[in-house]
Each structure stands twice: as structure tokens, then as C-alpha cells.
């Protein structure tokens, strides 16, 4: 019989530790949180001091129960959750629990059990290992009522503005609806950059560019950077051309070349922010399948010859701290591995941000023993990808850095006499700027690259050398000597415009909530995935645009809310939770300083916050179907109108808003073609973004199919290539015989025959920059059409 019980979260965390400790020890899984806030009610007595009431889960009463049973066996209870806030929240209300049912069964007048277990610890594992589960079991403690009490201090300010904000949207726009502490902040944050986006004025600039020839090869681009001693850059194609004429005779000297060597240090090991970052953005994985998958890799992974292995250790951590023996053990990895020369002489240290709590080492791999070749074959394609990344990322943060010659050329022309269209040229004349930089030394950039790639500039958190100077431009420059006369092969004027600030992609939202404060590492995932699954954002071409819908709650809440849509405040709220766990602040006096003027805002918003049920949802616009008025409704495309008789009659249409701020009916567009059940005209409908067709009967006919768009399908080619649209509200195209074919594309399919392969289809992509390209449409093939020339890729 097992002499102590260890409870953790799930199944595959309890079998790989039951594997490590053997006999003597019973594992079980809580399956996650075993009690919670009611769901039917507010579950907190705010005038008691912000009591919370928790109840067992339905679908955890009986891992609950077990839990019970198995402890009533044993002496010692391990309790060994996540070693993180919602871990430490799980252990103490099993604890709670154990303790309630030792008392209630010490009450009765027989003893059903054994007695109650004599200790109930607190065990903290931070990888799944042989060491790191001996270390965890060779250091018990008492459960943390600070990290607790921080624990319930979110769930409790979570559960107060979810439970009173919701329900006023209710009334004032429509049932369903709902808001978050942190969630709103989140969408607020989208929606602020497409306003930006939005009031953009773009800006003309233009530029001078200069093709050089030298006594040496190769020709090479420099940039006209200076006029005069002082930094030029023409606003109009007049000031350009009068700059062009100026420097168009020459002549062109070798005025001064730099040489140096820039040294770019890896990038530090993952915390969870990175983590998800880089798996969004190289893996385009979404950061809840990041922290999904990262999970499974930390509660273990059956290797042959090893068993159940935790590959990588604790994935929720802000800390890019590593432990002493780990940093040794990946250096003689590294020495063995990739050589002498890619080791450096003293190992890479890395610092903390101010805000980070280090109670965990960063994300790593747990051993140099099990490299991604070797676990490969027993890893899903996913995992295998994360722990790719992650081994790499670890293995590079303690490699040499890489080295790059830089080499920077400025070329000097000072015309002689008077200039072409009258008046004399500057003092100092013009200044042309070339530069270029060349590996000499890849170092850990053979192992792990990141956005930035194979330049030379600083890595994250490095100081920049040399500010100021000009951009790299990818140049490969020729071996000149100052002085020396260049002759002028080409000159090129080219018009830009500045762009707005870009939307937000999952890395660089997580990446924007991190810095502003938002958020914890175990809270990003769901904050993106909460408001995507809400319709308060969509994501297109990996990008975020606030709905129609996120428009009109964000800009509500923050008219009424401006405290609790305040970035500044919710990122103090979050170091009010950091000092809860730290012991420094009181549950209660914290939950007070924000209910206080939260309650306040939230009395008068109930009579100040418009009704846009009321007031603007009526449009005094009759049903064409059963003569009702259509009101405005919101979905998760946006903004349509419906019969008020719904569900009577069903019908919809769409809209448009006048100038005077009215409400006028779109007018149907004819599909051109005949019911092939009633015979009347079929009209083209909208649904997220894509178009279908309906009987212009409805709802006498229901009848309606997709939206055609003329072109053949490429793959069974009996099919005609239609509008569709995601879940999520993406548009796709796919094949009108689905699902006897499933081909489909994101892109919109062109007709037209592959110049490259002869598939008989091709399909438009708008790249960077606004670029249209014509791509094929087959997997693989690197065809392609870019304004009427063919080309081949590669």
C-alpha cells in the first residue's frame, strides 16, 4: 500500500511522475481547478470583505473524490499542481478539502476511515525529471497564502467586472455580449491602432539613388544622404529633380571608407512571452496551441530506453534566469557538438526585466541527453516544431556571437561652377552613403535566427553601436581607396510615402500587452483567444481588425469606464496582484481601491451609457417579408438589419448609414439568374465578408447556393470555384461539388494555366507594400505572374 499520495493536474503529469517514484507513492490528477466561483451568481460578498464562495465542479466532483479516498490511506499529501498562482490555488483547495472531510468524519460517531493524513505539503516541480521531481520531494513546504490570496484577487476582480459590465451591455446593446478586466484593455488596444491607422496622413518623400562604378568590381548603390553638411530628404519630385541636376555631371570621389567589426550577441533562452511570440510568428502557431503543446512537452513524453520524460521544464515563466549545472551541461553540448570556436570563453549572462517575478528558470529543454533528432519519431508534428525551436534557442543563447564586417563608403560630389539651373552648389558639397556588411563569423545564427535575420545590427536588449548611420542595405561593396574617382552609371529618383503604424499580428500583440504591463505569462493566451472567440476582433492575413462590434462596446466602456479601459491602470493592478504574492499588499485593501471608483462609474453608466437597443437598433424601416419593422442586430460580421419579428420571420438585409446619420437599405443586386425552385430572380446576400446567393422570394423559398466566381476548379475540374466563409468570418474559395472535392484556397483563384507547371488554375496574392502577384496555385510549384510576365521562380 502507498504510504503518500501526490495530486497534480492532469493524467500525463501523474503517469510520468508515478514512473520516476515507483512504489511507495499513489499519483493522482485533479484535472485541472476542482472548485470555482458559481457560475449562476456573483459568488463574492463584497460588503464582507470580498468573500468569495466557491463550489466543486461538476466535472470534477469525482477526481475530487478519489482524491478524498486515496487520502484517507496515507500519512502524507503531496500536493504538487503547476508551481505558479492557479497551482498554488488548485493545492489549497484540495487541501481545504482533505481537512473538511477529516473533520466531518471525525465528528460522527463511528469511523468510516483511517485517520486524516497527519501532513498535507506543498511540492514544487519545475521540470518533469528524475532530478527535478527528487528535488521537488526533498524540498516540501507549506502551502503560499500570498500567492493564494494573488490568485484570488485576479479571479475576484475578474469575476466583479465581468459579472457587472456583461449585463449592462445586455441592456444597452444586446443580450449575449460580454466584457473582461483585461480583455476589454486588450481590444481597446487593437481598436487604438486602427484609429491610428485610420486618421494616417500619409507623407511624399522622395529619394536619390546612385550606381557607381570603381576600379574594382563590383558596380554597387549609394544614397544621396547629405547637401551642404546637412541631412537631405527632397519632400517633392521638383526638389529631386533639382538635386538630380546638381549632382548629375559629377564629379564623384572617394571621400572616406569605414571599416569595422560589429559583434551581435543570441538572444536569451524563452520566457513565456517569447516563447509565444516566435512560435506565432515561425511556426504560426496560435499562442493557446503554443502553451497547449509546450504543456504536453513539460508533463512528459515517453522516449524509448528513458520512459516517461519531461523534455523541456516549466513553460510559464517571465524569468530568463538558468540554473549553474544547465548552463554547463549545454556548454559541453555545444563544444561537442558545433566545435571549440562556437563556444565562448565564459558563459552568456542574461538579466532579468524589472517586472519579472524569476520565480522559474526559463523555458529550456530539461537535458542535453535528448536532442530533437532522437525524440523525433515519439513527438507529434507540433511538439516536435516547439521543441525544435525551443532546443535551438537555448543551445544558441550560449553560443558565440556572430561577427560581421561592416563596411561604410561616402562619396563626394562637388560640381564645379555654377549648377545647370542657375545659383552656385553648397559648401561642402553632396554626400552620397553606401553600406554593407559581410558574415565572417555566423556563430549561433547557424543554429537560430531571429525576425532580424543575417544582419549586423544589436540583438534584443544590445546597445547600439554607431547611431546614426545609415541602414545596411544589403550591399556587397567593392575594395576602394579614399580618394579615388568613381564613375556615374546610373541615377535613380524614386518617390515613397510613409506608412502608418502596422496592426497587430498574435506575436506583436503579445509582445505589445507585455510591455505595457498587460496581462501575466500565464494570461496572454487566453487573452487573444478570448477576444477572437467573442467577435470583438477577426484576424486576417495574420492580422488583427477590431469587428464592428469591438468598435461599438471598446468605444462604450471607455466613455463610461475610462478607469477600467485605462492601460495605466490595469497595469498597475497587475503589480498590485505582483506585491499580493509578495506578501506586501492585503487581499482586501487591494479589492476595495478598485471597487470603490469602479462602483461609482458603474452607478452612473447605468443611466448615462447610451441605449443603442433603443436607439439606434429602430430604423423605421419596414419587413419586405411580413411587413414588421427591421432594426439593426450585430453578429459576428458586423452590423445587419433583421425583422423585429424574429424567429416568426427571418428575414435580413444589409444596410447603409447616411450622411445625416439615417439608416437606408442597400439595394438587392441581381444575381442574373432564376429560382430553380420558384423561378423568381435569385439575389446576391452577404454573409462574414462572402457573398451567396438567395431567392429574392424568402422565406416563402428558402432556396440559396454559393456565390460563383467564374472559375473552374482546378483539382476535379467539374466543380466552379465559390465564395465561402471561416468560423472565424475569413473568406476561402473552395469547390462547389464539396465535400465529394475539398480543394480550397485562401487566396482567390484567377483562371488560367500555370506558366511553369500547366495546373490549370492560379490564384492572386497581395504581398507587402501593396504588391499584387499571380502565384500557382499548386503546393510546390514556385510559378508565377507579376504584370503580364511570366517568370519561374528560382
Not at 491607422?197 to 554597387?220: K, N, Q
Not at 538579466?351 to 519579472?356: D, E, I, L, V
Not at 500555370?754 to 490564384?763: I, N, S
Request: proline share 7%; net charge positive.
Amino acid at each position: 500500500m502507498a504510504k503518500s499520495l501526490i495530486v497534480v493536474e492532469s493524467p500525463a503529469k501523474a503517469r510520468t511522475i508515478k514512473k520516476i517514484l515507483g512504489k511507495g507513492y499513489q499519483v493522482l490528477p485533479s484535472m485541472g481547478h476542482v472548485k470555482d466561483l458559481p457560475k449562476s451568481r456573483l459568488g463574492v460578498d463584497v460588503e464582507k470583505g470580498f468573500v468569495p464562495t466557491y463550489i466543486v465542479l461538476k466535472d470534477r466532483k469525482k477526481a475530487l473524490s478519489d482524491i478524498l479516498a486515496a487520502s484517507r490511506t496515507v500519512k502524507t499529501v503531496y500536493l504538487a499542481p503547476d508551481p505558479d498562482r492557479e497551482g498554488e490555488a488548485i493545492a489549497w483547495h484540495i487541501a481545504e478539502a482533505i481537512r473538511a472531510d477529516g473533520t466531518k468524519r471525525g465528528k460522527g460517531k463511528k469511523k468510516e476511515a483511517p485517520a486524516p493524513p497527519m501532513d498535507v505539503r506543498r511540492v514544487l516541480f519545475h521540470e518533469i525529471t528524475k532530478k527535478g521531481v527528487a528535488q521537488g520531494m526533498a524540498d516540501p513546504r507549506p502551502l503560499d497564502r500570498h500567492k493564494f490570496d494573488s490568485q484570488q484577487a485576479r479571479r475576484i476582480l475578474d469575476r466583479i467586472v465581468g459579472y457587472s459590465l456583461s449585463p449592462l451591455l445586455w441592456k444597452k446593446v444586446r443580450r449575449g455580449l460580454s466584457a473582461g478586466r483585461v480583455q476589454s484593455v486588450a481590444v481597446k488596444i487593437i481598436r487604438e491602432r486602427e484609429k491610428a491607422i485610420d486618421s494616417f496622413v500619409p507623407e511624399e518623400y522622395w529619394s536619390l539613388t546612385a550606381r557607381f562604378a570603381g576600379s574594382v568590381p563590383p558596380e554597387f548603390t549609394a544614397k544621396l544622404v547629405e547637401a551642404g553638411g546637412e541631412k537631405v530628404r527632397p519632400g517633392t519630385g521638383e526638389e529631386t529633380l533639382a538635386l538630380r541636376k546638381a549632382v548629375e555631371n559629377g564629379p564623384f570621389l572617394v571621400r572616406e571608407v569605414r571599416k569595422k567589426m560589429r559583434r551581435r550577441s543570441p538572444p536569451p533562452p524563452f520566457t513565456t512571452s517569447k516563447l509565444q511570440q516566435e512560435g506565432a510568428r515561425k511556426l504560426r502557431m496560435p499562442s493557446w496551441r503554443t502553451m497547449s503543446v509546450a504543456q504536453s512537452l513539460y508533463e512528459g513524453v515517453d522516449v524509448p530506453g528513458a520512459g516517461l520524460v519531461g523534455l523541456i521544464t516549466y513553460m510559464r515563466t517571465d524569468s530568463v534566469r538558468v540554473a549553474a549545472e544547465a548552463v554547463a551541461a549545454v556548454r559541453d553540448h555545444i563544444r561537442e557538438a558545433h566545435g571549440e570556436k562556437y563556444l565562448p570563453p565564459a558563459p552568456h549572462a542574461y538579466r532579468n526585466r524589472k517586472s519579472a517575478q524569476d520565480a522559474h528558470e526559463a523555458v529550456r529543454p530539461t537535458s542535453p541527453e535528448y536532442p530533437p533528432a532522437r525524440v523525433k519519431p515519439v513527438l507529434s508534428r507540433d511538439q516536435y516544431r516547439l521543441y525544435e525551436m525551443i532546443w535551438n534557442r537555448f543551445v544558441a543563447s550560449q553560443m558565440a556571437a556572430a561577427e560581421f564586417e561592416q563596411t561604410t563608403i561616402d562619396i563626394l560630389c562637388e560640381p564645379s561652377g555654377s549648377l545647370s539651373g542657375g545659383g552656385q552648389p553648397p559648401a561642402g558639397g553632396y554626400l552620397f552613403r553606401a553600406s554593407g556588411s559581410i558574415p565572417r563569423f555566423l556563430g549561433y545564427l547557424e543554429l537560430y535566427q531571429e525576425e532580424n535575420g543575417l544582419h549586423a545590427g544589436p540583438s534584443p536588449g544590445e546597445q547600439e553601436e554607431g547611431k546614426g548611420e545609415e541602414k545596411d542595405e544589403g550591399n556587397v561593396l567593392p575594395d576602394l581607396s579614399e580618394g579615388e574617382r568613381l564613375a556615374l552609371r546610373e541615377l535613380v529618383d524614386a518617390q515613397h510615402f510613409t506608412q502608418p503604424p502596422p496592426r497587430f499580428s498574435e506575436s506583436s500583440l503579445i509582445k505589445e500587452l507585455e510591455e505595457q504591463g498587460i496581462g501575466r505569462p500565464s494570461t496572454y493566451a487566453s487573452i487573444v483567444k478570448t477576444i477572437r472567440d467573442r467577435g470583438y476582433v477577426r484576424l486576417e492575413e495574420r492580422k488583427f481588425f477590431p469587428t464592428e462590434l469591438g468598435r461599438i462596446v471598446t468605444d462604450l466602456l471607455e466613455e463610461s469606464f475610462p478607469k477600467v479601459m485605462d492601460v495605466a491602470f490595469t497595469a498597475r493592478l497587475e503589480e498590485e496582484l505582483d506585491q499580493i504574492e509578495d506578501g506586501e499588499v492585503e487581499m482586501a485593501r487591494a479589492l476595495d481601491d478598485f471597487y470603490q471608483p469602479f462602483s461609482e462609474e458603474l452607478e452612473r453608466a447605468k443611466d448615462a451609457m447610451p441605449e443603442l437597443k433603443d436607439e439606434l437598433i429602430a430604423t423605421g424601416i419596414p419587413c419586405q417579408a411580413c411587413g414588421g419593422e427591421m432594426i439593426i442586430r450585430f453578429g459576428r460580421a458586423g452590423k445587419f438589419l433583421a425583422c423585429r419579428n424574429y424567429p416568426r420571420c427571418r428575414n435580413t438585409a444589409n444596410f447603409r448609414e447616411t450622411p445625416e446619420g439615417g439608416v437606408e437599405l442597400v439595394p438587392d443586386e441581381e444575381a442574373g439568374v432564376a429560382c430553380d425552385q420558384c423561378g423568381k430572380p435569385m439575389i446576391v446576400r452577404r454573409w462574414k465578408g462572402s457573398r451567396y446567393i438567395a431567392c429574392s422570394g424568402y422565406p416563402e423559398c428558402r432556396a440559396s447556393r454559393p456565390y460563383g466566381i467564374g472559375v473552374r476548379c482546378p483539382e476535379c475540374g467539374g466543380g466552379e470555384m465559390v465564395e465561402r466563409a471561416s468560423r472565424a468570418g475569413r473568406m476561402f474559395y473552395s469547390c462547389s461539388r464539396y465535400p465529394d472535392c475539398r480543394f480550397a484556397s485562401w487566396s482567390l483563384p484567377v483562371d488560367g494555366p500555370c506558366p511553369v507547371c500547366g495546373y490549370p488554375a492560379m490564384a492572386e496574392k497581395v504581398r507587402k507594400g501593396g504588391k499584387t502577384e499571380i502565384v500557382c496555385l499548386r503546393k510546390g510549384c514556385k510559378g508565377k505572374k507579376t504584370e503580364e510576365t511570366l517568370t519561374e521562380a528560382g
